[in-house]
T-cell receptor
Framework: KNQVEQSPQSLIILEGKNCTLQ??????????LRWYKQDTGRGPVSLTI?????NTKSNGRYTATLDADTKQSSLHITASQLSDSASYIC????????????FGGGTRLMVKP | DAGVIQSPRHEVTEMGQEVTLRCKPI?????LFWYRQTMMRGLELLIY????????DSGMPEDRFSAKMPNASFSTLKIQPSEPRDSAVYFC????????????FGNGTRLTVT
């Protein structure tokens, strides 16, 4: 069964600090891996999309890595801001069309001043 | 572009009533998805359309749920009759053709069935 596991479930950090969120997956056949940010009361917003051949992708202070051999990904947030407080969802796409998505349970991040 | 637009933002109804959720996708997007999000189960795909045609509805919980896409700019998700266990946030998302195309989500409809 295709699964996406994220850790930790929740995290509290101080403003200005860095943090790393983890994602392990067993989805096959792999198409791509996506990270989404979901603010409270809003829909998820795409941060990065990585295919099998890409091992790192940045979007501002967000940097995602992918190790397709170990089926692991991480999302690193640099110099955190209060607005980074949100849930971060790892999503793995399978198949040729890439339309079948398996969602992780998310990591809830709180950045405190 | 205004993004994916969903209505209503909140819906409170009594068990047994019919509920209709609405979605306007981003113009030019070929795919439209309906998701349900709960604390216990996270985001679950209910159904998706390609060029207005339903492709996979295997995630629709049961016959009480139905979805339509009469044209490229409008879709509905209907629950009849509604039950308390249907309480959740329902998201509509759209995307362009292509495996690397990101999903663009609306801000959801929070449904409460009492």
């Amino acid at each position: 069964k295709n699964q996406v596991e994220q850790s930790p479930q929740s995290l509290i950090i101080l403003e200005g600090k860095n943090c790393t969120l983890q994602c392990n997956y067993t989805v096959s056949p792999f198409s791509n891996l996506r990270w989404y940010k979901q603010d409270t009361g809003r829909g998820p917003v795409s941060l990065t999309i990585m295919t099998f051949s890409e091992n790192t992708k940045s979007n501002g202070r967000y940097t995602a890595t992918l190790d397709a051999d170990t089926k692991q990904s991480s999302l690193h947030i640099t110099a955190s801001q209060l607005s980074d407080s949100a849930s971060y969802i790892c999503v793995v796409s399978e198949g040729d069309a890439g339309n079948m998505l398996t969602f992780g349970g998310g990591t809830r991040l709180m950045v405190k001043p | 572009d205004a993004g994916v637009i969903q209505s209503p933002r909140h819906e409170v109804t009594e068990m047994g009533q019919e509920v209709t959720l609405r979605c306007k996708p981003i113009s030019g997007h070929d795919y439209l998805f309906w998701y349900r999000q709960t604390m216990m189960r996270g985001l679950e795909l209910l159904i998706y359309f390609n060029n207005n045609v339903p492709i996979d509805d295997s995630g629709m919980p049961e016959d009480r749920f139905s979805a339509k896409m009469p044209n490229a700019s409008f879709s509905t998700l209907k629950i009849q009759p509604s039950e308390p266990r249907d309480s959740a946030v329902y998201f509509c998302a759209s995307s362009e053709q292509g495996r690397r195309s990101p999903l663009h989500f609306g801000n959801g409809t929070r449904l409460t069935v009492t």
